[in-house]
């Protein structure tokens, strides 16, 4: 009986045409699927968390077809911490631009002196902004995680 | 709020956390648990919960269960196909504390049932958790944010600060995995 | 008698959730590996967001997605919509407790490098030993 340690090491990743052919064609879907939830997050159910998880899970998707250097040549690992702490930083940079502009603290109806759109539409328009810094934000932390893990440290061979 | 379906789908629930509890392979304990989260997910959405359904069936059933199957690769490296946990009932020292484990769930389980009794009755729409705050983000959240999903209004504006930290937990949780694990003498 | 009887099948899910409960917490003080520990962890969690959400739910209510123009226009009856303040909360929740996993499952990794085992009891021998 075979392990599953010794049979990944035989029939390598990038030679199982099945698998690749199939999740090649529908990474970008996932993808654009992942977008479209946590913009239409005002309007159905979704929004940040969950779009930036569906947008991570492509790319370990991809990690675990083609090989963990594929991924890592799709988003290297600088690229990655850049965009997890670009989520936190979206959102604490809105939050003191509103102090800025006369508000309080994440009081978006203060942005409306750069752009007067309205104090409702402004209140609507910062949330979509936060949705989106916290999107990018999950989306890097749990491929980081999922790398990390699978690798053991080494960031070499996955699973 | 069908109760008929709400004791179906709470029936297989008990199930299948059972099995995940009392299974000995690893890998078969880790895929009825992704199951298992797959049966709340139903439950959340037929609450009327659909954003934690959304949730749970993403995070829950999705990347939880992959990072518990890379962790169980990376971990048990010597072992048949069938990733067997050593879940051996013989390896107490001390025999006589065989049944406390189980003493001690019936008796929190006993204490949660006497507290329980308090609660409102399910679905009731004059309970105090569905009066005071709430009341007001019903009938306001949508004149003042121009947002109709109730949910992404109040987590993303009325509770923003909440939904900050959340995220910087977020950002810890990867910090302190890529420290715990990281080799001697890497880039950091 | 009577009201005693009315109470326990008017409240039946509240047990079944404690049942959830107890499965994990037993779980987590008895299995011997430590990835079955967190499972029973997961279950755990998952039971008491159940527990949650089934206190915001209420019956005959719709879903907290109302329509744009009938909420600007006229009231919308609060005994009709599900509470959304629960939803809130266990959003956070959710993905707390998944971070918390991820971070459970590193710890456990560093455990096999050093010991070899993940088992509890083998852990135990073994620091004993060395």
Known sequence: MRTLQQDAHIRMPWQDMILQTAVRVLIPFIQLFGLYVIVHGHYSPGGGFQGGVILGAAIILMALVFGLRASMHYISENANKTLSILGPFVFCFIGVLCIVFGGGFLDYGALDSIIPLGWNEWRSFGIFLVELGVGVGVMSIMLRIYRVLSSAGTMDKGL | ?188 | MDGWLAEIIGKFNYWVYVVLMMTGFYAMIRKNNLVKKLLGMNIFQTAIILLYISMGSKVGGKIPILDKQQALEGAVQVAGVVNPLPHVLMLTAIVVSVSVTGVALAVVLRIYKEYGTIDEDQILERIGKS
């Open chain 2, 1 to 188: 709020m069908i109760w008929q379906l709400d004791l179906f789908l709470l029936t297989l629930v008990v199930i299948c956390g059972f099995g995940t509890v009392s299974t000995r392979g690893l890998l078969s304990s880790t895929i009825i648990f992704s199951a298992y989260s797959f049966l709340m997910c139903l439950l959340y959405a037929e609450m009327g919960a659909v954003d934690v359904a959304f949730t749970e069936a993403v995070v829950g059933a999705g990347v939880s269960t992959i990072f518990f199957i890379a962790a169980l690769f990376r971990s048990t490296r010597r072992s048949p196909l069938i990733i067997r946990g050593v879940d051996d009932p013989h390896h107490f020292k001390d025999q006589g504390l065989k049944a406390l484990p189980l003493a001690l769930a019936f008796v929190t389980g006993a204490l949660l049932f006497y507290g329980m009794a308090d609660f409102p009755d399910w679905g009731d729409p004059g309970s105090q958790p569905n009066t005071h705050v709430s009341a007001y983000y019903i009938e306001n959240a949508v004149r003042e944010t121009h947002v109709p999903n109730l949910v992404t209004a109040v987590l993303g504006d009325y509770r923003g600060y909440d939904t900050m930290f959340e995220l910087v937990v977020i950002y810890c949780a990867g910090v302190s995995v890529v420290s715990i694990l990281k080799q001697e003498g890497d880039n950091p």
